[in-house]
Structure formats: C-alpha cells, structure tokens
C-alpha cells in the first residue's frame, strides 16, 4: 500500500505526561542552543486529555522544572492539598490512623489536587507554543524498522476500514511518520511498547510487570459536604485481606469530589470484579457522607503499572526510548505517577538532543538510563521499592514492615523484594466462592454501562473489533470451562459477555468493543494470555473530560 510519510527528528507517541513532557523540553533546549530540531507528537484520544485519567494529587516538582513560573503561566493547579487522613476500613467502622506513624509518601504537603486532563491540554498548549507539531486523533498501529532493525518511527492506523477487513467507501490509509528517533508514552501496557519488549527482549533480567486496575468518578457535591484540600485514602472493606488495593478520595475546588478505587490485579478470586468492589466502598458510613444530595459527573478506568524499579524494561533500544507508564515510572506508594512520567520524558529529550546535535541518529539513547540512575526520579523509586512486594502479603503484614522499612531503614534498606506475573494467579473458579454483590441503586451506586455512558466512549461499529482473541477455542475451553470467563467479572465497561444463541445452545464470547475504556485490564488478567489490546480507529475511546 502506498503511504504519505512526514520526516521529523523525534517522534513521540502518545500527549500524556510523559509525552508532553518530553516535547517541552526538546523544544526549549532547541531555543537555549540555537540548534532547531522537529518534533512531532501523535495521540490516539481526539484531543489531548480525552484519554488522561489519574487520580490525581500532584507532586508539582517535574512542572516547576519545566516552567519555573508554571503559576503565572496559568497551570491548571489550583486545590493545594491541606488535609492527609488514612483510614482502615471494616463494614461499618473506619480507623484512623495517627499521621506521625505514616511513612512520608503519604504526605501530600505541597501538592496539588487536579484534574489531570486539564494538566495535559495546559501542557499541550504550551508544547504547541515552542512548535511543537501536535496531531491529536492519530493512533500509532504498528512500528517501523529500518534496514539495520532500528526504529524508524511509526505507522498510523488506517481509517475506513469495514468490519470485514475491506476498505470502506471513507478508507484513508494510515501515514508513515519517520524519524531519528521515536519516544513511546502510550501509558500503561502500550501495545506498541509489549512489542517492543518482545523484539529487543527489554525484559531480560527484570522481574515482569505488575498492575493494578483505578476505577474513577467525579461527584459534585452540597458545598456542606465538601472540604477543599482533603486527601483521603482508605484501606480494608470492602476488599477481602488476601486481595492488595485501597481507594482515594480527593476534595477539589467549586465542590467537585474524585473518588477512585485501585485493585491489585494479582487477585486469585476469578468472581472479583473491581467496578462492584468501588461500587459497594460508596455505601461505607465514612464514605457514602460526602456524596448526600450529590450528583455523579464523570466515570473512567485505567491500569496502572505498580513494579517499581524491580519491573522496569530496558529504556532504549536501537532508534527510540519509553517513557512514563510505557515503562513503568509510577510510584504505587505515593500513589503518583504525573510527575515521574514528565521527569522521564525531560531526561529522554536530554539524551536526544545531545545526539542529534552530535549529527547522530537511531542509535540506542545509553545516555538516558545514565541520566536516570543519577536522578531524584530513581532515589524516589528506589526508597519505595518494596512497598507492592510487601502489600502483597496482606494489608497488616505488608503496613507494618512497609513502614519498618521507610522509618527505620528511610527506604535504603540492604534487600530488594521481587515481583511476579498477575495473570497466572487466578484459581479455577470451582476453588472460589461467588461474591453476592448488591444491585445498584441508581443514586449512589451504579451499573457498568451507565457508567460507561459518562465516559463519553464512542467506537465506529463498523469496523475491526481491536480486541483481538489469539486463539477463540480458549475463550471457551479454558477461560469459561476452568474459569467462568473472569473477563466479564474484571471488565469495567461490559465489554466480555458470555452469550447462548437460542436455549440450550452453545456458549461464546460476545465482545462489546464499541464500549471500551481503553483501560487495557484484559491485556494484562486475561488468565491465558489470550487476549491482545490494540488500537482502534484513531480518536475513539473515551473523552474525558477533565478527569
């Protein structure tokens, strides 16, 4: 097929933080040097922003870095937090407990409560005012390799194409976008990134990856119910002792309320299902208070990845880098990945520029990883390191050496714990017992896709469906026979159905795509690995707005 192409210097994929970040600093050390380069930037969402969901309490260092006067800039950092509570919750009682015993990531002085989407458009426009070239609605489909196996850059996906696999009477072909060298930041479990992995073996050595799935909803609540600059973040009910997770709960400004619920995807309960789980923290006495006579405003879901230092990839290969959650950078302690994701985008862009000024191209970027063992990106890592190995014990036993570690060894403690694979820790479910979860009321508590309905998701249903099964016999003969198709349990947007065509027929797999998130949890639970996530059309998914 004949494709356009476009040339630039550095291609970045994906205008999250990590991207964005990246672009900035490009450009502004282009301006320091007098030394122009092209910088190009794509992202799936239809705007910058439409696919951001984070919690987010940020950790304003990495933006301070970037803009120095980011206030007078207009930064979209209005809610500094004020307030810190850390409760342990039973079914009808919560346990505070005493901030003097807390380790400091719980200490959120100086950060900000935002809303992330608005954080990614302001950076986007402030990448746009140095030149960067921005193409929102442009997913990168595949990667392309040059004649010596580096990176080359990126081919978008084509547009029009019909359910069968036949053009369409809109079909566009997708554009080669070229470059010296290409950044992946398609956040948590990249498609392109996995590839990659595979190609390069960027996992050699490391311990794999683990996640967790974030299920959010933004409230505006009665102005009696508010308290601006609260952070609350709860461990306990309803989640069972054996399955890692907690929630959040964030006072913003203008009596808007962010509550979320993370669940550890090492859970072995196939029944366990995160959307009911989040669904059911709501109608805790603690919890249910702040959102009396309020109103639900937004939903969302996205994976996180939670491995620390032990989990991530070697960073650079042959023509390009990953950076932020393609990687990995998340600080699953302080649960805050914002500002490590533009922190490695900056020192990426550092090690890029230093190489096309050198008249180098589509070399492995060694100066990157360099930069980052130096930096205070991986010391904050580092300290943190063992919190998702020991949380994974059980919540008492994980706490207590958790902050045994972080007070009494400040982090720097001689051992390293190791990570292991989530997808392998599911029981049959004949071992496992159903969970009863309650209906939803309709005011406080919600079904999926009414939730989804606020998600703004939209998909062309005429198209290929991009959540492609390897083999379909396994759908059936193992992940329904041995594990009653947890996908229909973990998914939380009703993408998975099981469905008999006529009584008594037989059992197949429904796949609903028009209605994912784009939280990529089945890539990554799905038991027998069988399920491959990769992108649809250009600007579809979710539009977010704001969260």
Not at 508 to 534: A, G
Request: with cysteine; proline share 6%.
């Amino acid at each position: 097929m004949e494709r356009e192409s476009m040339e630039f210097d550095v291609l970045i994929v994906g205008g999250g933080p990590a991207g964005l970040g990246a672009a900035i600093r490009l450009k502004q050390l282009a301006a320091e040097r007098n030394h122009e380069i092209s910088v190009c930037l794509i992202e799936k969402g239809a705007e910058i922003g439409a696919h951001i969901l984070s919690g987010a309490v940020v950790d304003p260092r990495s933006i301070a870095e970037l803009f120095p006067d980011w206030k007078e800039r207009g930064a979209p950092l209005i809610t500094q937090a004020t307030e810190d509570r850390v409760m342990f919750l039973t079914a009808t009682k919560a346990y505070a407990f005493p901030n003097a015993v807390l380790p400091d990531c719980f200490d959120n002085h100086g950060n900000y409560i935002v809303r992330m989407g608005n954080v990614t458009k302001w950076l986007g426009e402030q990448a746009e005012a140095l030149g960067v070239e921005i193409y929102p609605g442009f997913a990168g489909a595949d990667v392309l390799y040059d004649e010596n196996g580096a990176v080359k850059g990126v081919v978008t996906g084509d547009m029009g194409v019909l359910r069968d696999g036949t053009q369409g009477p809109n079909f566009q072909p997708g554009m080669e976008l070229i470059a010296k060298y290409t950044f992946f930041a398609e956040g948590c479990r990249g498609h392109l990134a996995k590839r990659l992995e595979a190609k390069y073996n960027l996992r050699e050595g490391v311990d794999p990856q683990t996640y967790g799935i974030g299920i959010k909803e933004m409230w505006e609540v009665p102005a009696a119910n508010h308290r601006p600059g609260l952070v609350v973040h709860t461990a306990g009910w309803p989640l069972t002792p054996d399955v890692y997770g907690g929630a959040f709960l964030y006072h913003l400004e203008e009596n808007l309320i962010e509550i979320g619920f993370v669940v550890g995807l090492n859970y072995s309960n196939p029944y366990l299902s995160p959307f009911e789980e989040m669904q059911r923290h709501k109608t805790h006495p603690e919890i249910h208070k702040f959102f009396e006579g309020g109103k639900r405003l937004a939903y969302g879901a996205r994976a996180i990845a939670t491995g620390n230092i032990q989990s991530l990839p070697r960073l650079v290969f042959p023509g390009g880098a990953l950076i932020g959650d393609d990687a990995g950078f998340l600080n699953a302690a302080r649960i805050k990945g914002n500002h490590t994701a533009i922190k490695s985008g900056m020192l990426a862009a550092e090690a890029a520029f230093d190489a096309l000024v050198a008249d180098r191209q589509r070399d492995a970027l060694t100066a990157f990883p360099v930069a980052f063992r130096e930096s205070w990106l991986y010391s904050e890592l580092y300290k943190t390191r063992n919190f998702k190995p020991l949380m994974k014990k059980s919540f008492w036993m994980g706490s207590t050496l958790f902050g045994a570690d972080q007070k009494l060894f400040l982090g720097k403690s001689p051992w390293t714990l190791h990570n292991h694979c989530d997808h392998d820790k599911l029981r049959p479910a004949a071992e496992c017992q159903k969970i009863d979860y309650p209906k939803p009321d309709g005011v406080f508590t919600f079904d999926r896709l009414s939730s989804v309905f606020l998600s703004n998701t939209n998909h062309e249903e005429d198209q290929p469906c991009h959540l492609r099964l390897k083999d379909p016999e396994v759908a059936i003969a193992i992940n329904l026979e041995v594990y009653d198709s947890p996908e229909q349990y973990y998914c939380p947007a009703g993408v998975y159905e099981i469905v008999r065509d006529g009584e008594g027929g037989k059992p197949r797999l429904q796949i609903n795509n028009q209605n994912c998130l784009h939280c990529k949890t089945c890539d990554i639970k799905d038991p027998t690995q069988n399920i491959d996530w990769t992108t649809p059309q250009g600007g579809e998914g979710p539009i977010y707005q704001g969260m």
